[in-house]
């Protein structure tokens, strides 16, 4: 009788790419395997954790339960997907969601990536519920992407999307990393900070969203 197979604890989404091997003779194997399908494109992967103002973790696996006299309902942390806040100082609250983004930009710009569209790639987005993020991407053997990551609101009302500013989310400088083709690229693990939120100390939820206003860091949304 064949043995009983015991559950993988969160498995990543599927994918036709292979990790980058260890040995040499591995990764020989897994790079023809892999360019029999897939000769000009790599996957990068990245994973991400969000802590408030005061550097408590509130997601993927907040620590709000076990902190005493946090009046946070730790439940609403689940998924960046339930907040509401106002872009300006008189306007409505308006329903939103919190994504990670991802910025491929050539390196060593002049400018700004985030300013100067000729130095960027491609930008990526992943959902409001994911603390990882999976995608395939041109290989660059020769000269490496810099990755550039932020956390942008999306407001439900409009769909209108805004790269969040240091008044309100602080995110790591970019990495420079080369992408082969067939393998994955691991960009390890990206602290965002919400600097627009104390978990402990809020106000009270509006609409059954957590309140976290935008007001000087959201202008394309304004």
Known sequence: MPRPTAPALAPAPA????????????????LAAAL???RDQGEVELN????DAAGRSVFPAGELKKIDECNADADRFD??????????????????????????????????????????IDT????????????IVAAR?????????????RFDDDQCVCELGPAC???????????????????QVYQFVL??????????PEQGRTVMDLVGCCDACS
């Open 195 to 204: 600097t627009g939120l104390d978990a402990c100390v809020q106000p009270a």
């Open 141 to 153: 053997e020769e000269e490496p992407y810099d990755f550039e990551v932020g956390v942008v609101a």
């Open 169 to 187: 989310a602080l995110a790591p400088g970019p990495r420079t990393r080369k992408v082969e083709p067939g393998l994955l690229t691991d960009l």
């Open 48 to 51: 991400w954790i969000v802590v």
């Open 36 to 38: 029999a399908c897939v």
């Open 79 to 120: 998924d960046l997907c339930g907040f509401i806040g106002r872009t300006t100082p008189d306007g409505p609250r308006r329903p939103y969601s919190l994504h990670a983004q991802l910025r491929l930009c050539e390196p060593d710009c002049p400018q700004a990536c985030s300013e100067d569209e000729s130095c960027r």
């Open 15 to 30: 994918s036709r790419l292979r990790r980058r091997p260890r040995s040499a003779a591995g990764a020989t194997f897994a």
């Open 124 to 135: 990526l987005q992943y959902g409001c519920a994911a603390a990882r993020g999976f995608s």
